[in-house]
Structure formats: C-alpha cells, structure tokens
C-alpha cells in the first residue's frame, strides 16, 4: 500500500497526542512513524504521522476529521515529489573500522563512539530506503541495536 | 471567589436555568453552592444517563424558541460520569451541544486509583467535542466559556468539564479578573464557515435551473439552524419535492404537497423511488448515513449530488459530491432565495412519476390503518400514532425511543409544528425517550408532550417516571406494548426464519408501576378505545401514562435491508413460501 506522510500543526496541549493516535486507530490504520517537534511559533507542534493507504477519499478523510479538533491549527498531506522525509538512525555494531570507511563516500553517517575497534555507535541519515540500504550493506550480522526516529517531512 | 462559585457564574452568564444531575463525593461542593444560590432549577434525575438526555431534551427543544439553552447535566466522579457515557456518546452522534460536568477526585490522588476515580477525560475524549480538566480555580470560567462556545459553534456537539474536586474548593488570588463579556476563546485551529462562497453557489444553482428531476433532502442541520421556514421557501420557489432524514422530520409540516416524508431504510416509497431516479440531489444539513443511504455504490447512481454542510469533514465522507457547500444551512438558503437566476420549472413529467409512487402502497395503508388491528385481534402502532395524529392535528410534541414504534412515529404522525419531532438517530439509543420528554417539556412548558416508547425501551429508563412524579410534569406516556423487542423482531422474521432470540419480553403489570409513582394510567387492547383513552390523557391535568397492546407481527415497511440498495425495498409483507406473490416489489 502507498506510504503517506501528513503534516500536522497543533497546540502543544495535553491529551493532543492521545486524540490523534485515537481518531488513527478509529480509522483502523497502524501508525508507520510518528514523529513530534515544537515548532517554530512557541506553544505550538509540529508532528509527521506516516500510515500505508492506496484510496485518496481515505486520506483525505483523516486529513478533515484531524482539522476538526480544536487545537490542531492545520493539516495537510506531503508527497514524496514535492517534500523531502527523511529520518535518523542510531546503530551499534561491531565491525571493523576500515569496513565502514568503504561506505563514506556513499552514507551520510558519523561515528560518534568507537570502543578498542570492536563496538561502534554510529548515526546515519537519510530517506528510509538510503538508511535500509546502508544497513544492509554494512550487514545485518554486525548490528547490535538500531533506534530509529521516524519520518519527519519537510515541504519543497 | 472559589472554583465552584466561578463554575456556577459562569453557568449562569451562559442562559443556563435548569441543571439536571446526580451528586455523590467529589461534585458535592458544587451542589452545595447551588442549594445556597437558588438560581439554577436543579432536577433530580434517577440515574445519570437520564441527566444526559434530559440535557438534550432542553437543548433540542429550546433551539426553535426565543430563549435558545444549552443543556447541562452534572454527575460526580467515577461510576457517575461512567453513567453519563451512553447520553453524551447520543448527543456526539446526533450533533447536540449539551454540557456535561463532572466532579472528580482531588488533583493530589489523581492516577492513584483513587475511590470513584475514573479516566473522564480519556474516556469521553472520543465521544465529545471537546473535554476540560480545570486544574486551578482560575481556569475554571475561562473553561466553561469556552466550553459553551465550542459546544454550539459550527456543528454542534456535546463538551465535558471535568473538574477536580480541591480546585472546585480552591480560592482564586485576590486580584483574579476575568472580562466574560469580552472573552473569546483563542482555538487558531477551529474554523468555522457559516457564509457560502460565491462560486459553488453558482454551479448549484446551475445544477439546480438544468435539472429535470430534483429531491431535496432537509437534514438536521435544518433544524438546527432554525431554516425550516426558508427551506419551505426554497421548496417552492424552485418546485423540487423534499424528502427528509429522521432528524429532519418537523421542519416543515409533513403534508406538505412538495413533502416525500422520511427517506433510507424504513423511509417512504415515494421518497426512496425518487432518491433512485433522480438527476439531482440537493443535501441540506445531513450526513448521508448508511441508514439514508444502504448499500453505497448503487445510491442514487445517475444523480450529482449538491451537499450543503456545516462540517467539512462530512463532504466527501460517504457520497462524492458535484458541489460542495461548507456553510450554515440558513445562511445558504437565504443567499439563494435572493438569487435572481434561481428559476420555477414545472417539471410535469416529475410531478406525474412521484405521485406515481405515492399510490405504490398508499391505499393498502389507509386500509391497515382503518383496520387498526392485527391478526390476533391485537392493536397496530401505526393505527395508535395516526389517531394520536389525528386528535392532535399534528400539534403536539413527540419524543420517541427507538425500534418499530419509532419508525411508526416519525413516519404516521402528521407533524405541524417546527421542532416537534425528537429522537435518538445515530446511536439509536433505547431508553431515551423518557429522560428527554422531561427536558422537552422543561423547554417548552405551554405544549404537549407525548413520550412514545416501546415496551423494552421504557423499561430501560423507567426509574425516570420518579423524576416525572418528583417534579410534577406533565409529560403524557405511551407505551406500545407487543410483548418483544419489535424491532430486532421484524427482522428475525425477515431475516432469521422466524427464530426470536433474545426478544420475547415479559413486562411488569405497568399499572402497578405508574400506581407506585402516583401517576394515572389506563390500558387499551380494543380499537375504539384508542381516541377516548388519547382524549382522557389530553383532558388530564398531569402526567398520565397509556399502555396500547399492540400486535407483535406488525411490521414497518417499506424497508431496505441493511447493506442493502433501494432496488432491494421490501415493500409487503412477504408471503409465506408456496403462495403466488408475482407481484412483489416489482412494479413502480
């Protein structure tokens, strides 16, 4: 099913998250990533909520009925030609320096620990395909621990 | 000045006169202020959940008055918000701005599973419009302001404060100021667009000048936003025939030449016929529930669609729309009454076809009517509702419950006049019709007010008949008894071979039940005592309760089975098995 990203504005309110992830669920959708920031206007969130839907009508019916609460200010919906999603990967492995160093011209990724050339804790940014893609080529059998953050988007 | 003071100025700078309610521990500082003020006519309700509906039987009714009111209905914390639960999830369901407050318990033993605590906010979060949980005694105004103007801005919806019990004892600083007449709540995210744009107007009124086979549909909203008479107009004007939604009955009177009566599964023949062969339709305040429209790719398949609606998340939800209205119903009606280029068209061909369909069934009902009674000699629903019709000239206010009897009073009482039609439509809540006669009758205290339940829905709230005795209401009972669950009934007979699982019902002696509340009561098994024990109900002075024994295998038809389209109608009474019935349904 087609991804979708969808931009909210809100008021940094108590009990506004519970109400978005409700009227989700009431949708009967699975939240893919959900990612909350303050905004720019203090007092104000800005939350990217990515969930899979091929039918349009759908989406556009979240988008209404999230409008409807009164502390959500605006909503709409990003498209991957028209914004960039991106999202940031915390990892733990253990592999060998040299080998990630083949990767540098490739990934966007900084070590940010290196522990006697066994364990290292890198971060790498990226679309979620670039991040999959990284992961795989520096090898599932490597990786400890991976902390993802999700989409955030961000209109062209 | 304490939080609960502040809660009860406010209540009282918003219109409110009657509080309905329940104490208990954590909303007893409010109560006790109350009693000390003695502004605010308090009605004791028997159980929360009639508080609710009587809230609701307030703010429908007053909504056509001169003194418009929002209901509020006050229950403590704990199991005494829980019983309000079903009352507002009604009142979200049907668009009803009522105010619900809740005590609960002090903001230091909140999450501690404290004794009557409940989650108020989390629970009634997805079933209001909005909730408060005030958590200082000078948020405490600011918050029912606030509370009353998301309740009854664009569409209506019920709102929940729910406020702790230190902070209703709590005193504000010295120097707390709050400037309720200038107050306007600061929501950057709650749009409301009650004036239509100028551009889908003119494409609706194209659609509307080219169409040869228009309906209109009047819709709550109508109501609503008082829009009964303009709509009349409009009617007229352009000679389009109306059918209506159940909240929509009593807009205009129901034997109106242009009127269709109600549409959707238990709607009229005429009005669903015309639904299917339309070119148009003109949605008026409505949502298009599955109930107005059965089965979704088959409705009104050669129609475009023109939607006026106040909520913008109901345009597109169920039907694609031609033309999309945002707006106040009012609003657009008297933006296009006064457009020049809406023109009359006589549309004979139209005119002729529709009263095509009104014969479909219409002489075989006159007859069942007249008849009055069903095969075991038993009194039908209908025959009830239309002699309480006819004495009545279709004056009278009427609160059903819901099930068959329902479906029989919003579809043979001939309504007259503007709001006199209330019952629970979306959530189609049993039970209801008492506790909201009782707001009804509090609303509009110079007509008559008839609860029509049937035997299983007045059983759910019956307690309420304590409330009706306490505050000496004059409030008239009708109960059709046929001994089941009608409704789930007719289709089990339709739809499960005839087993009835669960709907056989054995009832008190209803005598003995209104003796023990002090109030008359006089059953009716033959015909002609239908009228005079109607006629007795009228002439009495005071709450008086009538017990009709009706026939179990009336059924309400026509009906589209649920997830049905209209081509599916069942218009008869099926056969049973082996006769001849060639004809059925067939014809149009």
Redesign the interface.
Known sequence: MKRRAILAFMLDRPGVLNKVSMLIRKKMYNVDTLTVCSSRKPGVSRMTITLREDDQARVNQVIRQLEKFTEVISVKELDTDHSYWREVAIVKLEVDGMHLESFRDRYNFEILNQQANEICILQVAGSTRNIDAFLDEVGQEHIIEIARTGVTALEK | MTGKELLLKALKEKGVKFVFGYTGGAIMPVFDEMDKLGTFRFIMSRHEQGAAFMAQGITRASLSTDEPQIGVCMATSGPGAMNLVTGIADAYMDSVPIIAVTGQVATGVIATDAFQESDV??VM??IS???YMPLRADEVEKNVHEAFY?ARTGRGGPVVLDVPKDVQNQLVAENYYFDAMNFRPI?????YHPTPAREPLQRAIDLINRSERPVLFCGHGVINSNAGKLLQEFAEKVNIPVAFTLHGISALPADHPLSLGMMGMHGTVEANRAIMEADLLIAFGMRFDDRVTGKLNEYARNADVIHVEI???E???NV?TSVAINADVYRTLHVLLGDPMLTYKPRRRWRERISGFRQVIAEELRQEIASGVGDAGKLLMKTVVHQLSELTQGRDLIVADVGQHQMMAARFYNYQTTNSWFASGGAGTMGCSLPMAIGVKLARPAERVWSISGDGGFQMNAQELGTIMEQQLNVKIIILNNGYLGMVRQWQSLFFDGRYAGTPMLSPDFGLLSQAYGIPYRKVERLEDVAPALQQAIDHQGAMMLEFVCDPSELILPMIPAGGGFEDMIIRRPQPAGSASDSEGGES
């Open positions: 906010v989390g979060l997805p419009k909005q909730t998301v929501l950057p995210g709650f749009f909520d913008p998340s345009i597109d939800k694609a």
